[in-house]
């Protein structure tokens, strides 16, 4: 169990939108008023951060699928990407897990099976780990089963992708790199060539689709966004539909149609620490220094979350504590999470411990419990009755 009464001194606590000398204390999982703490814990030199929240990660596929050809069983490889996210202080975090006409890793059998998997261990998790479904537009046919996958796992988000022009395109110019793509999921070049087709000849029929679907996951409570907006009149699409999360939008004018609806917009954190976008698209920094950035989401690298904010710091495009909630608090106020997010009392227990020196998560705790603790910080922790987490409520 968690100490009745917990008291962490010395650090440099994230409050209010900047890093406060204040003493953080913790009772049953929840940060609580001030108040006869019994165990305390000196974090003098580091700095308490509340734990990152990530909408949208892919990098669990590497801990599925090291190699495209080597897949691992679902539960251990969810079990090592909850070790992985702990270690990079993320708390809760949403694996963005594709249902599409592509088939191989992102069919829909296998998106649920990686949602029979995390409920299965869902008890053993140190992290709170959801699982967000990447919908493929094309694919009207769906419309019930992915409704009935939602109501059975209780998913809480879904983001509609369409990549159907990017594999016109690589079919056509780079006939080589399609076939590469076909063999890694488990088809001939021209089997796959003929899902692409089936999929374009539904074209007409696809806002109508998406339009009643769309209906369907509001009635059921479902968050929606759209990902790789391309410009303003396909976000005002998805704004109609009721898809107001803007992921990676590949121009500025995409973006700027998003921040005119009061609509948040989520760039890649390794963008940031790139430079750049590794498939030649907006650059992140650009958005957040036009303040057309609301959140940052690891996309296919987790560590780059917290090297982001640091990066931001650098920059000088916001402060390291603003650069710090828009990994922690802002994801938080997108999706609704009024229980974390931040150090305020009647908030879960959730935080970062950051050496500010190295630049190094050295200890991440979730509702007031050990996730991870490295170096001198898991030294101090230790001094202190915490126990290790065992799941994620």
């Not at 951060?49 to 251990?76: Q, T, Y």
């Not at 828009?326 to 305020?344: C, E, F, K």
């Amino acid at each position: 169990m968690t100490p009745q009464n917990l008291r962490i001194n010395g650090a440099l606590s994230l409050m209010n939108g900047s890093l406060e000398d204040c003493d953080l204390f913790i009772s049953d999982g929840h940060f609580v008023p001030s108040g006869g703490a019994v165990h305390e814990i000196d974090l003098s030199g580091y700095w308490v951060l509340p734990g990152i929240i990530d909408l949208h990660g892919d990098g669990f596929e590497r801990h599925i699928r090291p190699r495209p050809s080597a897949p691992f069983e679902k539960r251990a490889a969810l079990q090592s990407a909850d070790t992985e996210l702990a270690s990079q202080g993320v708390t809760t975090a949403w694996f963005a897990q594709s249902w599409s006409w592509e088939g191989g890793a992102r069919a829909p059998d296998e998106a649920v099976a990686l949602l029979d998997a995390r409920r299965q261990i869902a008890h053993r998790l140190m992290t709170d780990i959801r699982i967000q479904l990447r919908f493929e537009t094309h694919m009207p046919h769906d419309h019930a089963a992915l409704m009935g996958v939602v109501r059975d796992y209780h998913l809480d988000y879904i983001v509609f992708n369409n990549h159907l022009p990017e594999a016109l395109e690589l079919a056509a110019s780079k006939p080589a790199r399609f076939a590469a793509w076909a063999l890694q999921n488990g088809h001939l070049p021209e089997d796959l060539l003929k899902k692409v087709h089936q999929a374009h000849e539904a074209g007409p029929e696809i806002p109508t689709f998406l339009t009643s679907l769309a209906a369907d996951l509001r009635l059921a409570g479902v968050m929606m966004g759209s990902h790789d907006d391309p410009d303003a009149e396909t976000r005002a699409f998805y704004r109609g539909i009721g898809a107001t999360i803007c992921e990676f939008p590949t121009s500025l004018a995409a973006a700027n149609a998003a921040r005119a609806a009061n609509e948040p917009v989520l760039m890649g954190a390794p963008n940031i620490v790139r430079g750049g976008s590794q498939s030649g698209n907006i650059a992140a920094m650009e958005l957040v220094e036009e303040g057309l950035c609301d959140a940052l989401i690891s996309d296919y690298y987790i560590p780059a979350l917290a090297q982001a904010a640091w990066e931001i710091a650098d920059m000088r495009a916001l402060s390291f504590a603003h650069a710090w909630e828009m990994i922690s608090t802002r994801p938080a106020q997108i999706m609704g999470l009024s229980d974390r997010g931040s150090l305020l009392p009647g908030q879960r227990a959730d935080l970062v411990v950051m050496n500010p020196k190295t630049r190094r998560v050295e200890a991440t705790l979730v509702q007031g419990q050990i996730a991870f603790a490295s170096l001198q910080a898991a030294y101090r922790l230790l001094q202190a009755p915490l126990p290790y987490a065992l799941a994620a409520q």
